[in-house]
């Protein structure tokens, strides 16, 4: 158990559809980072909070929304599913704001889109 | 184009062969990761270095980072069954910009 804990593990929707997924940070660690991994695309970044803030949007598609609760917990939403987004999405989390030393990952959800 | 290039991408070899594997860029990172991921799980952080030159050893696993801080490699030693997984290198720049590379696949045959 890695301490980070990200919920489903496995999710299967209809196109169209959004969904929700979950995520609670190692404790202690006040950032989070999502990251989608496809098997032709590898590990790619989406957004990063620090402390309730956003602090970094890398290849997020405006379909997908994130945010962090002040109890540290983060929902990544993403709606309008289209069977491209069928991919592996983790979560990761780490102490400080710059991620440098290290993230802890969870152990991802799986989102098949049909 | 991966901004951090792995290579080998696949690598297949027999338990107690030694074996590295390689991740290069044009970029300077502040400092770089090694992961390993195994099925259905989440990448876990094996080491993290940031000064140029660094060699870190964890057990039977060498690594290095470059003296330009571009470039780093992994080595093992006597590859065991459960070093089997999906190797991958992240390397961080100075504006917290954190890249993956596409990582290696280590198969190792009992």
């Known amino acids: 158990d890695s301490g980070v804990t990200q919920t489903p593990k496995h999710l299967i929707t209809a196109t169209g559809q959004r969904v929700t997924l979950r995520c609670s940070p190692r404790s202690g660690d006040l950032s989070v980072y999502w990251y989608q991994q496809s098997l032709d695309q590898g590990l790619q970044f989406l957004i990063q909070y620090y402390n309730g803030e956003e602090r970094a949007k890398g290849n997020i598609l405006e379909r997908f929304s994130a945010q962090q609760f002040p109890d540290l917990h983060s929902e990544l939403n993403l709606s309008s599913l289209e069977l491209g987004d069928s991919a592996l999405y983790f979560c990761?989390?780490?102490?400080?704001?710059?991620?440098?030393?290290?993230?802890?990952f969870g152990s991802g959800t799986r989102l098949t889109v049909v | 184009t991966q901004l951090l290039e792995q290579s080998p991408q696949f690598l297949s070899i027999q338990e107690g062969e030694n074996l590295t594997v390689y991740c290069n860029s044009s970029?300077?990172?502040?400092?770089l990761q090694w992961y390993r991921q195994e099925p259905g799980e989440g990448p876990v952080l094996l080491v993290t270095?940031?000064?140029?030159?660094e060699v870190k050893k964890l057990k039977r696993l060498t690594f290095q980072f470059g003296d330009a801080r571009k470039d780093s490699s992994l080595h093992i030693t006597a590859a065991q069954p459960g070093d089997t997984g999906l190797y991958l290198c992240?390397?961080?720049?100075?504006?917290?910009?954190?890249?993956f590379g596409a990582g290696t696949r280590l198969t190792v045959k009992p």
């Open positions: 990761a989390s780490s102490v400080g704001a710059f991620g440098g030393w290290g993230y802890t």
């Open positions: 992240a390397g961080a720049r100075d504006n917290n910009d954190m890249r």
């Open positions: 270095v940031v000064t140029g030159g």
């Open positions: 970029s300077v990172f502040s400092s």
